[in-house]
């Protein structure tokens, strides 16, 4: 049972360094979320996807990209990273939105240092 | 925009004492309301949910109903455990969820 996978599980960047996150699910789902997690501030989301093919935006997407070229991997993307990004990264997935009553099941985080 | 107000933690109890955490949300319409909980070093696990009003959500010991009325979805247990320690987030969304800040809940011996 992998459910939700992200790799890698940690990175030390410097500043203006670019890397790609990657997430697998296998579960079939349609939703694919990325999120960050900082002290204080909750999870907030960067950017989602409905679906293969589809992404759109989150409360805090700049600085960001994001692909979903295939329905199981959802990739987050830092172009230039600035230490303003130091955070975990969570994904998560669904089978549908929420109104639809189901589940988001969240990978494991990735920690993200960026010097 | 919606957004989510959990009380501050750290909680502070012990063993078999009884919890409650505060959450209110802000939403046009009913959005779905959720628990979630994050053990430390690992991801969030969905905890309990409610989808309508008056539903209450239920697991392993821990309950919340869905008030419409206050805007409400506090968190409580009867007797909490040690193995309880943990982060509990509250959550409401439609197609995406829209966090908490979270509580810590430290339960001694």
């Known amino acids: 049972n992998a459910g939700v996978t992200q790799t890698p599980k940690f990175r030390v960047l410097k500043t203006g360094q670019s890397m790609t996150l990657l997430c697998a699910q296998d579960?079939?789902?349609?939703?694919m979320y990325w999120y960050r997690q900082d002290p204080g501030m909750g999870l907030r989301l960067i950017h989602y996807s409905v679906g293969e093919g589809t992404t759109a935006k989150g409360e805090v997407p700049d600085g960001y990209n994001v692909s979903r070229l295939k329905k199981q991997n959802f990739l987050l993307g830092l172009e230039s990273a600035a230490p303003s990004q130091t955070s975990v990264y969570f994904c998560?997935?669904?089978?549908?939105?929420?109104?639809?009553?189901?589940?988001?099941?969240f990978g494991q985080g990735t920690r993200l240092t960026v010097v | 925009g919606n957004s989510v107000t959990q009380m501050e933690g750290p909680v502070t109890l012990s063993e078999e004492a009884f919890l409650t955490i505060n959450c209110t949300y802000t939403a046009t319409g009913y959005p779905s309301l959720f628990w979630y909980v994050q053990y430390p070093g690992e991801g969030l696990q969905l905890l309990l949910k409610a989808t309508k009003a008056d539903d209450k959500g239920s697991n392993k010991g821990f309950e919340a109903t869905y008030r419409k009325e206050t805007t409400s979805f506090h968190l409580e247990k009867g007797s909490v455990q040690v193995s309880d320690s943990a982060v509990y987030f509250c959550a409401s969304g439609y197609s995406t969820l829209t966090f908490g800040k979270g509580t810590m809940l430290l339960v001694s011996p």
């Open positions: 579960m079939n789902h349609e939703y």
């Open positions: 998560a997935s669904s089978y549908g939105g929420l109104r639809e009553n189901t589940e988001a099941f």
